[in-house]
């Protein structure tokens, strides 16, 4: 296992990929921390004030917005295999495919975890001049401000394995990407939205995030942090089981 673990690790880093989708991240995270802060205590922003606990939390919980280019980096671990033709070799190298499976998604969680922590960090490292600077008060250990960051980093590795999940589940890369994209950003956009049905939302993977972090959103009530915790991690653990039982199914071409 050790070395199929390297070898994922070499094959993540063998391209730049990887670092243009943490760069993304980064420019994301800046983006809407930003945003948050630029507008607070502005004219009918329903976001709770930075001063406050809540407004806070809400800050560093914008560290998860890069969600979805986890969700692509675990895409393009498992399609890449396919779309360069390299799963054939990679299997007959190792015939055990559950083991290069559960290698893809062990490997991908703890990148996943990293580009968390990453997120986490430029958050804080932007954040907290600008607000002392606006003379608002914060402390990482108070306000429940380090589960909220906690749950990003875990949350970003779910989503990684989720990722890796979907790719093995749909094989094609552009279309496994375009899903999961449509998905997280209009389908579940829609649905956190509309008021007949956005009760619903958090019990998809997005609204499960929202709860595990501890955020704020106008019109919906969000689950405890463990149970959305626990529901994101049912999500990532059934794609991953059923990516990997079809993987160990289907033939490779």
Do not use: C
Not at 42 to 64: D, I, K, M
Not at 170 to 181: C, H, K
């Amino acid at each position: 296992m050790t070395r199929l673990l390297e070898a994922e690790f070499t094959k993540l880093f063998s391209t730049k990929l990887w670092m243009w989708l943490l760069l993304g991240a980064i420019g994301l995270t800046t983006l809407f921390v930003s945003v948050t802060i630029g507008l607070d205590g502005s004219a009918g922003n329903p976001n709770p004030p930075l001063s406050t606990p809540q407004g806070q939390r809400n800050l560093f919980g914008v560290a998860g917005a890069s969600s979805a280019l986890a969700v692509v980096l675990g895409i393009v671990a498992m399609t890449s295999e396919y779309r360069h033709e390299t799963v054939t070799p990679t299997f007959l190298a190792t015939p055990r495919r559950r083991r290069v499976v559960v290698a893809k998604l062990f490997a991908y969680a703890l990148a996943g975890l990293g580009f968390g922590l990453v997120n986490v960090l430029a958050t804080v490292a932007l954040a907290l001049p600008w607000l002392s600077a606006r003379n608002i008060d914060v402390s990482l250990t108070a306000n429940g401000i380090p589960r909220t960051m906690i749950g990003v980093v875990l949350g970003l590795g779910v989503y990684t394995v989720l990722g890796v999940g979907v790719g093995a589940l749909l094989r094609n890369q552009v279309a496994a990407i375009v899903g999961a994209l449509v998905y997280l950003f209009v389908v579940e956009g829609l649905v956190s939205a509309l008021p007949r049905v956005r009760d619903y939302y958090k019990y998809l993977p997005g609204g499960a995030f929202s709860g595990l972090v501890d955020t704020y959103q106008p019109n919906v009530q969000f689950l405890a942090g463990w149970q959305g915790g626990l529901l994101l991690l049912a999500y990532g653990a059934a794609f991953a089981a059923l990516g990997t039982a079809l993987t160990i199914r289907r033939d490779v071409t």
